[in-house]
């Protein structure tokens, strides 16, 4: 749920409470026609499961090879990019570095440091410096080696190193699954699969000496951890006393902010150890896995970045958005003139929690449902919801004009050479005085009054590529009424509010209807046959979705 | 030290009300729209640019600026009702930055949209990152850094490297030199 009102949320098809309506075009999906009519499904947006099913428009992709809404379930995800085994990396990119940290070219006799510019740490402060601005990355390594071999053999008895401890432990494992019989290949049933099967099967049927007759009978051990650092296993111990109280010691004098964050200690195996900030030692930056989305159901591209490396921004080669291609509803209400802060543009994060004041129940309230169509034809747009909303706390809506047409989105020359449209907000070239100034300011016309009234079956504004209409909105109660019968225990449980149930969401159904000609329909063309043409040479195409409008919360009053 | 502004010529447009008494170094350079209010003493020391739209509030006390120091655009210095401010040398008050403090010392910085509190004290070679705030009366040690979120840190690199400093030093300066070749100086407006 979206934490700011008024919010939109548009609910994918895939999941049962949003079956697809049968459509004109539908006859070879005659097995998927609901048992009963769409009208008498509606949806619940309080449903603990239509969670699942909702998503804001930010979210939702487009197949324009299936012309249906994909959620994030209905998309699978690929990898294009791997930074682990580097496919698609060029060796270049390997040894130069990506790193944050630039290396400020402070020559002196040719040395190079790396710096930060935000809190100007430099590597003179753990006493690294360069003697060549390329292949950072080596020269790094190769530094930290010596360092830690010259530390070595002054502590004595020291325990291993990180990497051979982890050189051991990969050894010992792999040894043991080896010893220990192989776990079953997830990719093959076959018996012959792996060389130790093979082996143990062989064996069974006549070994060729005493040894391998004791094998079979020799139950196989199961697989063991380490025991010693032979093996791998890392040991803490409380031996080293010198070392931790010089460790104590240097934590109370110096303060808070010179300790590690575990963050810190984790962004490499070098770093592990590091209790003070002092002894922490540069990270490469990781390379970033990059993944495409595809269609579960025909596998079509619906997003694929750029995979070259080393792009600042990512560019994508394929995007298909749902923002591109569904009509897309916003309501406000009708009273207040002034539009509500963006929460993406709060500046402070008390602005954020400004809630909007509660609406209250029994009050009637008009709305502006506007639609915006992103494609470029006009479109037909047929609305429904239900009368009272579905859920603990009914309120009655009612929308004054169902049933319209949106125009099309265009380039803005259209608008500008057309003559006529019905547009109130388009301004006609001649007329440069101060009436055209207002009405493009305010969007009507100034001879209007401002406070026109609602009519049912009116549109309510028409602009290029949106239309508005108005909503009614009576809100329910949040407790019913105290009757004379006392209720029984059962009823009051019933009464319960649960969490989100005093938010007032209006499910609408909405369909779109559309025509395309035959030639620009490539989607139809690439679906083969089928398709109904008509008289004119255009393609019926439809669209029909369920979405939530969130309008807010219902306050106490009654 | 509070006295008498010097009498406005009559260019309404440009000049504001009360031009306090400038006392610049005749190799500053000061642009044309800057802002210099108040009543109090205004010290400008060599070298040193203000940007355009810079404002310095002479209002609450004296404001002096060192030798090779910059204020750049919209950057305010200076208090309304809070005492004298010291700008030291090679310090650099960047856009936006909003300065009240008592002193900054000498190779400081104060960056884009910070604001350091009426009466801090700065030392010398600071940092205080963009967006920081430096709470009013706080000291910050010489070689203090200010950043993420309002952590401090001590940077090691320029304290013990005198050659570090150096080098700030000789960078401030060829920064100063690129500023005032492009800066137009207005300084027969605000001088005297």
Same mark, same amino acid.
């Given at each position: 749920?979206?934490?700011?009102?008024?919010?939109?949320?548009?609910? +994918?098809?895939?999941?049962?409470?949003?079956?697809?309506?049968?459509?004109?075009?539908?006859?070879?999906?005659?097995?998927?026609?609901?048992?009963?009519?769409?009208?008498?499904?509606?949806?619940?947006?309080?449903?603990?499961?239509?969670?699942?099913?909702?998503?804001?428009?930010?979210?939702?992709?487009?197949?324009?090879?299936?012309?249906?809404?994909?959620?994030?379930?209905?998309?699978?995800?690929?990898?294009?990019?791997? /930074? =682990?085994?580097?496919?698609?990396?060029?060796?270049?990119?390997?040894?130069?570095?990506?790193?944050?940290?630039?290396?400020?070219?402070?020559?002196?006799?040719? =040395?190079?440091?790396?710096? +930060?510019?935000?809190?100007?740490?430099?590597?003179?402060? %753990?006493?690294?410096?360069?003697?060549?601005?390329?292949?950072?990355?080596?020269?790094?390594?190769?530094?930290?080696?010596?360092?830690?071999?010259?530390?070595?053999?002054?502590?004595?008895?020291?325990?291993?190193?990180?990497?051979?401890?982890?050189?051991?432990?990969?050894?010992?494992?792999?040894?043991?699954?080896?010893?220990?019989?192989?776990?079953?290949?997830?990719?093959?049933?076959?018996?012959?699969?792996? /060389?130790?099967?093979?082996?143990?099967?062989?064996?069974?049927?006549?070994?060729?000496?005493?040894?391998?007759?004791?094998?079979?009978?020799?139950?196989?051990?199961?697989?063991?951890?380490?025991?010693?650092?032979?093996?791998?296993?890392?040991?803490?111990?409380?031996?080293?006393?010198? *070392?931790?109280?010089?460790?104590?010691?240097?934590?109370?004098?110096?303060?808070?902010?010179?300790?590690?964050?575990?963050? $810190?200690?984790?962004?490499?195996?070098?770093?592990?150890?590091?209790?003070?900030?002092?002894?922490?030692?540069?990270?490469?930056?990781?390379?970033?896995?990059?993944? +495409?989305?595809?269609?579960?159901?025909?596998?079509?591209?619906?997003?694929?970045?750029?995979?070259?490396?080393?792009?600042?921004?990512?560019?994508?080669?394929?995007?298909?958005?749902?923002?591109?291609?569904? /009509?897309?509803?916003?309501?406000?209400?009708?009273?207040?003139?002034?539009?509500?802060?963006?929460?993406?543009?709060?500046?402070?994060?008390?602005?954020?929690?400004?809630?909007?004041?509660?609406?209250?129940?029994?009050?009637?309230?008009?709305?502006?449902?506007?639609?915006?169509?992103?494609?470029?034809?006009?479109?037909? %747009?047929?609305?429904?919801?239900?009368?009272?909303?579905?859920?603990?706390? *009914?309120?009655?809506?009612?929308?004054? +004009?169902?049933?319209?047409?949106?125009?099309?989105?265009?380039?803005?020359?259209?608008?500008?050479?057309?003559?006529?449209?019905?547009?109130?907000?388009?301004?006609?070239?001649?007329?440069?005085?101060? $009436?055209?100034?207002?009405?493009?300011?305010?969007?009507?016309?100034?001879?209007?009054?401002?406070?026109?009234?609602?009519?049912?079956?009116?549109?309510?504004?028409?602009?290029?590529?949106?239309?508005?209409?108005?909503?009614?909105?009576?809100?329910?109660?949040?407790?019913?009424?105290?009757? %004379?019968?006392?209720?029984?225990?059962?009823?009051?449980?019933?009464?319960?509010?649960?969490?989100?149930?005093?938010?007032?969401?209006?499910?609408?159904?909405?369909?779109?209807?559309?025509?395309?000609?035959?030639?620009?329909?490539?989607?139809?063309?690439?679906?083969?046959?089928?398709?109904?043409?008509?008289?004119?040479?255009?393609?019926?195409?439809?669209?029909?979705?369920?979405?939530?409008?969130?309008?807010?919360?219902?306050?106490?009053?009654? | 030290?509070?006295?008498?502004?010097?009498?406005?010529?009559?260019?309404?447009?440009?000049?504001?009300?009360?031009?306090?008494?400038? &006392?610049?170094?005749?190799?500053?350079?000061?642009?044309?729209?800057?802002?210099?209010? #108040?009543?109090?003493?205004?010290?400008?020391?060599?070298?040193?640019?203000?940007?355009?739209?810079?404002?310095?509030?002479?209002?609450? !006390?004296?404001?002096?600026?060192?030798? &090779?120091?910059?204020?750049?655009?919209?950057?305010?210095? !200076?208090?309304?009702?809070? #005492?004298?401010?010291?700008?030291?040398?090679?310090? &650099?008050?960047?856009? !936006?930055?909003?300065?009240?403090?008592?002193?900054?010392?000498?190779?400081?910085?104060?960056?884009?949209?910070?604001?350091?509190?009426?009466?801090?004290?700065?030392?010398?070679?600071?940092?205080?990152?963009?967006?920081?705030?430096?709470?009013? #009366?706080?000291?910050?040690?010489?070689?203090?850094?200010?950043?993420?979120? !309002?952590?401090?840190?001590?940077?090691?690199?320029?304290?013990?490297?005198?050659?570090?400093?150096?080098? @700030? @030093?000789?960078?401030?300066?060829?920064?100063?030199?690129?500023?005032?070749?492009?800066?137009?100086?207005?300084?027969?407006?605000?001088?005297?």
């Amino acid at each position: 749920m979206a934490a700011t009102f008024p919010y939109t949320h548009y609910a +994918c098809p895939c999941s049962n409470l949003t079956t697809p309506a049968p459509t004109s075009i539908s006859a070879k999906r005659a097995s998927l026609i609901p048992v009963d009519a769409p009208e008498d499904s509606t949806f619940n947006p309080h449903d603990p499961r239509a969670n699942y099913s909702l998503s804001p428009l930010d979210r939702l992709l487009f197949c324009d090879e299936c012309e249906e809404i994909r959620c994030q379930r209905c998309y699978g995800e690929e990898i294009i990019h791997c /930074p =682990t085994c580097l496919f698609e990396v060029p060796s270049s990119g390997v040894r130069s570095d990506g790193n944050r940290r630039s290396s400020s070219g402070e020559e002196v006799e040719e =040395t190079y440091i790396l710096q +930060c510019h935000y809190c100007d740490w430099s590597s003179l402060d %753990i006493g690294v410096h360069f003697s060549k601005p390329t292949k950072i990355t080596e020269q790094l390594a190769k530094q930290r080696k010596s360092r830690v071999s010259s530390r070595s053999p002054a502590a004595g008895a020291q325990p291993l190193s990180h990497d051979e401890t982890f050189a051991n432990l990969a050894t010992f494992y792999k040894e043991q699954l080896s010893e220990s019989g192989d776990p079953q290949n997830p990719y093959s049933n076959s018996p012959y699969s792996s /060389p130790n099967n093979l082996a143990r099967i062989m064996s069974l049927y006549g070994g060729l000496s005493v040894n391998a007759l004791k094998k079979t009978r020799e139950k196989p051990q199961p697989m063991r951890e380490a025991r010693g650092a032979k093996e791998g296993m890392l040991m803490c111990s409380f031996e080293d006393k010198a *070392a931790n109280d010089a460790l104590l010691q240097s934590m109370q004098t110096l303060d808070w902010a010179n300790t590690t964050t575990t963050g $810190q200690r984790l962004s490499a195996p070098a770093n592990n150890d590091a209790r003070l900030v002092d002894a922490l030692w540069p990270v490469a930056t990781r390379l970033r896995t990059r993944k +495409c989305r595809r269609c579960r159901f025909c596998p079509q591209y619906l997003s694929y970045p750029d995979p070259k490396l080393k792009v600042g921004n990512l560019r994508y080669k394929i995007r298909v958005l749902a923002l591109n291609h569904i /009509p897309r509803l916003s309501i406000r209400s009708l009273q207040t003139s002034c539009p509500l802060p963006n929460p993406a543009f709060c500046l402070h994060a008390a602005d954020l929690q400004q809630r909007q004041p509660d609406i209250q129940p029994h009050i009637t309230r008009q709305y502006i449902l506007t639609i915006r169509n992103p494609i470029l034809e006009p479109i037909r %747009i047929t609305l429904a919801t239900p009368t009272t909303t579905p859920g603990r706390v *009914a309120s009655r809506v009612t929308i004054l +004009c169902p049933s319209f047409t949106v125009g099309p989105a265009g380039d803005v020359w259209d608008e500008a050479l057309s003559s006529s449209t019905t547009s109130m907000a388009t301004i006609a070239p001649g007329n440069g005085g101060r $009436q055209a100034a207002m009405e493009s300011l305010t969007g009507r016309g100034a001879d209007e009054s401002l406070d026109r009234q609602p009519e049912a079956g009116k549109v309510w504004e028409r602009t290029k590529n949106s239309t508005s209409v108005v909503l009614e909105i009576v809100p329910g109660a949040l407790k019913s009424l105290p009757g %004379i019968v006392p209720k029984s225990e059962t009823e009051l449980e019933e009464e319960e509010l649960e969490e989100g149930d005093d938010v007032l969401e209006v499910p609408i159904y909405v369909r779109a209807e559309w025509e395309v000609s035959e030639e620009h329909d490539d989607a139809g063309d690439r679906k083969g046959g089928k398709r109904i043409v008509e008289a004119d040479g255009n393609v019926k195409k439809e669209l029909a979705f369920w979405c939530v409008l969130g309008v807010g919360r219902i306050g106490e009053g009654g | 030290m509070a006295s008498r502004p010097a009498p406005a010529p009559k260019r309404p447009s440009q000049l504001p009300a009360s031009k306090p008494p400038c &006392n610049t170094h005749p190799s500053a350079i000061i642009a044309d729209k800057a802002q210099i209010t #108040g009543a109090h003493a205004v010290e400008i020391g060599e070298n040193a640019v203000i940007h355009p739209w810079a404002r310095i509030r002479a209002e609450g !006390g004296k404001v002096s600026i060192g030798k &090779n120091s910059m204020v750049y655009e919209g950057a305010t210095v !200076g208090t309304v009702d809070g #005492g004298d401010v010291l700008i030291g040398d090679y310090v &650099n008050i960047e856009t !936006g930055a909003v300065v009240e403090a008592k002193s900054v010392g000498d190779g400081s910085t104060v960056e884009v949209n910070a604001v350091i509190g009426k009466g801090a004290v700065l030392g010398k070679w600071c940092r205080v990152a963009p967006l920081e705030r430096v709470e009013a #009366g706080e000291e910050l040690e010489d070689f203090t850094v200010v950043y993420g979120d !309002g952590q401090r840190r001590v940077d090691k690199t320029t304290k013990e490297h005198a050659e570090v400093r150096e080098l @700030k @030093k000789v960078g401030q300066e060829k920064v100063v030199q690129a500023m005032r070749t492009l800066t137009p100086n207005a300084m027969a407006k605000w001088a005297g």
